[in-house]
């Protein structure tokens, strides 16, 4: 069993950056982030291997945000520069192991957070 807990989101305004963290218990998973704005489907945005060796990002993101992992705190960070009013979205961390089938595979994640709310104004 893995319990995702995600913190950092806030409102701000276009331009700025915000961190956010997913804190994780239990045994290191790969670790992706999805966000879901309203009425929108919940998309990939970022994910790192369990050990962090290796990074995936959508294309939408590229450039702008950063995903790190800090293995001994078992944390997963997304670090999110030059933020724009379309990345308006509840964020979520996910975890799964078997993700063969693609980082951007909703149903290959076993586990997922509660969801924090970025807000970026125009």
């Known amino acids: 069993q893995v319990h995702l807990v995600e913190s950092g989101g806030g409102l701000v305004q276009a331009g700025d950056s915000l961190r956010l963290s997913c804190v994780a218990s239990?045994?290191?998973?790969?670790v992706g982030w999805f966000r879901q704005a309203p009425d929108k489907e919940r998309e990939f945005v970022a994910g790192?291997?369990?050990?962090?060796?290796?990074?995936f990002y959508a294309d939408s993101v590229k450039g702008r945000f950063t995903i790190s992992r800090d293995t001994a705190k078992n944390t997963v960070y997304l670090q999110m520069n030059s933020l724009k009013p379309e990345d308006t979205a509840v964020y979520y961390c996910?975890?799964?192991?078997?993700?063969?089938?693609?980082?951007?595979?909703?149903?290959?994640?076993?586990?997922w957070g509660q969801g924090t709310q970025v807000t970026v104004s125009s």
């Open positions: 239990g045994r290191a998973y790969h």
């Open positions: 996910a975890a799964g192991w078997d993700l063969r089938a693609g980082w951007g595979r909703r149903e290959k994640y076993d586990y």
């Open positions: 790192i291997t369990s050990t962090g060796s290796q990074p």
